[in-house]
């Protein structure tokens, strides 16, 4: 059973635009949440964090929502660039727990 | 910068064959991680580990072992090679339980 689900295997964006990539848990022990970036041929890459303490964490073009009572969090890029074309994974924490949770990943393509 | 170093890029080992992966960190990490990622199934923990000799066992540990004789050094070992376990691996390293995982650049493993 997925406890962190991230439903959409890929996402095509239009350079300039917003990319929206979405994440869903089950597990409401999760309190913190991560995303990670992929390249190709590369270990994922820490993107943004957000604790179940805030419901919005914002660095630069991303920013995160957490939307406690649907168990659901996305990552918005605005404005999307090609390099950001990548693989982005979502992680969840339940506290102390040492294991990160992770979703499938959603391919997301920025068409110039 | 953490720098997670993983022995090989590519291997191609033949069915049967004992296979060792070695992953190296710089920057005295308690904790480190083993993790195979495929298509559509995002990272699934092998085995962890929190401290030099202890391991923990991941959600799909069956097929392989681990060591951590050091601090810096976790090898993952898989006692006998079946083609699937043909995946990418990934190390990675953290200061903390769920925080700041900073990842190698994987190992294509392909068994024939």
């Known amino acids: 059973d997925q406890q962190v689900k991230q439903n959409s295997p890929s996402l095509s964006v239009q350079e300039g635009r917003i990319s929206i990539l979405n994440c869903d848990y089950t597990n409401s022990m999760f309190d913190y949440f991560l995303w990670y970036k992929k390249y190709p041929a590369e270990g994922p890459t820490f993107l943004i964090s957000?604790?179940?303490i805030k419901d919005k964490n914002e660095d630069g073009r991303f920013t995160v929502f957490l939307n406690k009572s649907a168990k659901h969090l996305s990552l918005h890029i605005v404005p999307s660039q090609p390099g950001d074309s990548a693989v982005y994974f979502c992680?969840?924490?339940?506290?102390?727990?040492?294991?990160?949770?992770w979703g499938a990943g959603t391919k997301l393509i920025i068409k110039p | 910068d953490v720098k997670v170093t993983q022995s090989s890029r590519y291997l191609v080992k033949r069915t049967g064959e004992k296979v060792f992966l070695e992953c190296v960190q710089d920057?005295?990490?308690?904790?480190m991680f083993w993790y195979r990622q495929d298509p559509g199934l995002g990272l699934r923990l092998i085995y962890f580990s929190y401290d030099v000799k202890m391991k923990e066992k991941g959600d799909i540990p069956e097929g392989y072992s681990v060591s951590r004789e050091k601090k810096e050094r976790f090898s993952l070992i898989l006692e006998s090679a079946s083609t699937n376990q043909t995946s990418m691996y990934l190390c990675?390293?953290?200061?903390?339980?769920?925080?700041?995982?900073?990842f190698g650049s994987g190992t294509r493993l392909t068994v024939v």
């Open positions: 920057m005295d990490h308690e904790n």
């Open positions: 992680a969840a924490s339940a506290g102390s727990n040492y294991q990160l949770i």
């Open positions: 957000i604790s179940s």
């Open positions: 990675a390293s953290s200061l903390t339980a769920f925080y700041g995982y900073t």
